[in-house]
């Protein structure tokens, strides 16, 4: 019993030095070993051996590139005092071999906090430098200088900062609600002038279309009147020709005038009632005394 004894003891205490003594490494992940408390050795990727008792895992360092938020406020050239949410992206360096994993882990206790800080100082003593707009405008620009300051400080820690992101600028109620109102008078301007320059090209067309009209208007008029005359003369020479003294070819150029008016006037007229003359040949007496009355009235002065 004794030795069943001894040997099931043998047995687990070697079961145990083995799942001790073996373990594996996470992909994109090293294991920072130390024996008694000191630095030993970085291990990779992969399944590895180490003395037990002796050998300790101190720490898996992530090789990831990872991020981290944070807010933070400063003041801008024209004394408006902003809020911005800050991202960072960072990793550990493996440039220059086990040296940056071994930094990044003993050299800082507190790496982002020390990230931060450094970022912090870098936009309060930037953003000063832009007023309110060039700070939108330049906020790419801003957040890569930063980077780039930031990132000389971390490379000696084993970090390397791979971005700095302005992510959002927060403004003071007063100076959004001003901002806004600003824009909306600016789009009211622009508006304002697009509806004043659409009715000035519609009362341009519109007058052009209107000259252009009477001014074919009065052609057709002026065709019209050379058409009539010339219908007036073929007719006198026709009437004449049949024998028909000028008089009395005058007196039926009238007359068919006067009818074609008078049928005319009865297919479109609105009075019920209309006063002739009885004799058909006192209407041109009654022509010449109206232009005996507008040549005898005064002129206006």
Not at 67 to 85: G, L, R
Not at 134 to 142: C, L
Not at 232 to 245: F, N, P, R, Y
Request: no cysteine.
């Amino acid at each position: 019993m004794v030795a069943l004894v001894i040997a099931v003891i043998v047995v687990l205490l070697v079961v145990w030095l083995l799942a001790s003594s073996i373990f594996v490494v996470q992909q994109q992940t090293v294991a920072i070993i130390e024996r008694f408390g000191r630095f030993r050795r970085i291990v990779p990727a992969g399944i590895h051996m180490k003395v037990p008792v002796m050998d300790v895992i101190r720490q898996h360092v992530d090789l990831r590139t990872l991020q981290d938020m944070f807010e933070m406020s400063a003041k801008t050239k024209d004394n408006v005092t902003i809020k911005m949410t800050v991202a960072v992206q960072f990793r550990v360096s493996t440039e220059d071999g086990d040296a940056g994993i071994y930094r990044s882990f003993y050299a800082l206790q507190n790496p982002f906090e020390q990230m931060k800080s450094y970022i912090v100082d870098a936009l309060r003593s930037t953003i000063p430098q832009f007023d309110l707009d060039s700070v939108f405008d330049e906020k790419d620009a801003i957040a890569e200088s930063v980077r780039r300051k930031v990132a000389d400080h971390m490379i000696q820690y084993g970090y390397v900062v791979v971005g700095t992101l302005i992510q959002s600028i927060g403004l003071p109620t007063d100076v959004e609600n001003a901002m806004n109102a600003i824009n909306a008078a600016e789009r009211e301007k622009v508006a304002t002038k697009s509806r004043a320059d659409a009715e000035k090209i519609r009362v341009v067309t519109e007058a052009t279309a209107k000259a252009d009209a009477m001014k074919e208007a009065g052609r057709g008029i002026a065709e019209q009147r050379k058409a009539i005359a010339e219908g007036i003369k073929d007719s006198l020479a026709t009437i004449q020709e049949a024998g028909v003294t000028p008089r009395e070819a005058n007196e039926l150029f009238a007359f068919t005038q006067w009818t074609d008016m008078m049928g005319e006037f009865a297919s479109h007229g609105k009075s019920s009632t209309v006063v002739l003359p009885s004799d058909f040949r006192e209407t041109s007496s009654m022509f010449d005394q109206m232009l005996a009355a507008a040549s005898s009235s005064p002129k206006k002065q």
